[in-house]
């Protein structure tokens, strides 16, 4: 149900000692992947997986991701802890004062058309002072909870804007970062430590990426010049993307993660950049 595209595990890595390891497990539309540490913070492998076909919608992942947990025998060992992120594309943000926990399908009634299965679930986001509410599949959930028992759930734009509210205030109190996936892009505005914009968007061509990116600056009334652009996800240097958004965004910077997230081991380093995993790295850290 799953085609490894990514993965690297550690020397240290053996799958004998899982019941004192800690695992993180991201879940999206487009694909599946897990990283693994001990207790001190040591990295110790992380695989990927893409789904060997495209879900038809995010209410078809459930036996996407089933397969693949059934098919891998690292991930189906027992573990210390084990936390969940899982990347919807819709969720409200609604301020703590104004938020209602009968009230969840109000906040969504615009922007998604909710089906009998789905659950509703709500995150604390801190830094903005405010409860991201989003749909999740209760097929997926069940599955989920009867594979992982005892596994916490967050949505993967809570634990990412959690753990990019402190970094790189040393340049610009206003910071604007972006995190790429398969044909989305997630935006996240700070000011200091206030979270002041968190949106998604789908887009197809480049042209599209840098349209919605320059829509936040206007937004917030900020310059490129002036604020810098951090990102994450599968991006490199050398590729049109990245030089593309170079042309606008001359302060275009990759999100550097932390020291104190892992120590790295020299496989990990040798062949990956961390920035491309900063989503899955922000589970342990930032949920």
Request: charge should be negative; charged fraction near 20%.
């Amino acid at each position: 149900m799953g085609k490894i595209d990514l993965e690297v595990f550690e020397d240290k890595f053996l799958k004998k000692y899982s019941i004192y390891y800690e695992l993180s497990i991201l879940v999206g539309v487009d694909s599946l992947c897990y990283s693994i540490a001990d207790k001190y913070q040591q990295f110790l492998g992380l695989r990927k997986y893409s789904y060997s076909s495209p879900p038809a919608s995010f209410r078809d992942l459930a036996s996407h991701v089933s397969g693949i947990i059934q098919d891998d025998s690292i991930l189906r060992r027992p573990y210390a802890k084990t936390r969940l992120a899982i990347f919807h594309p819709y969720a409200a943000l609604v301020p703590n004062r104004l938020y209602n926990d009968a009230e969840k399908p109000a906040y969504l009634e615009k922007l998604i058309h909710l089906a009998p299965g789905d659950l509703l679930f709500s995150d604390e986001l801190p830094f903005a002072d405010a409860m991201a509410v989003y749909p999740l599949d209760g097929k997926l959930v069940e599955s989920l909870k009867a594979e992982f028992p005892g596994a916490t759930f967050c949505h993967a734009a809570s634990a990412l804007s959690r753990s990019l509210a402190p970094l790189h205030t040393d340049l610009s109190p206003t910071r604007i970062f972006f995190n790429l996936r398969d044909g989305v892009v997630q935006v996240f505005a700070f000011d200091k430590d206030d979270l002041v914009l968190l949106n998604a968007f789908t887009f197809l061509e480049r042209a599209d990426l840098v349209y919605y990116l320059m829509l936040v600056y206007q937004q917030l009334s900020w310059k490129p010049e002036s604020t810098p652009l951090y990102a994450a996800g599968l991006l490199v240097e050398d590729s049109a993307i990245y030089r593309n958004l170079l042309r606008y965004f001359p302060n275009l910077q990759f999100v550097k993660v932390p020291a104190q997230y892992f120590q790295f081991g020299a496989r990990f380093e040798l062949d990956f950049r961390k920035h491309w995993f900063m989503d899955l790295f922000s589970i342990s850290n930032g949920s």
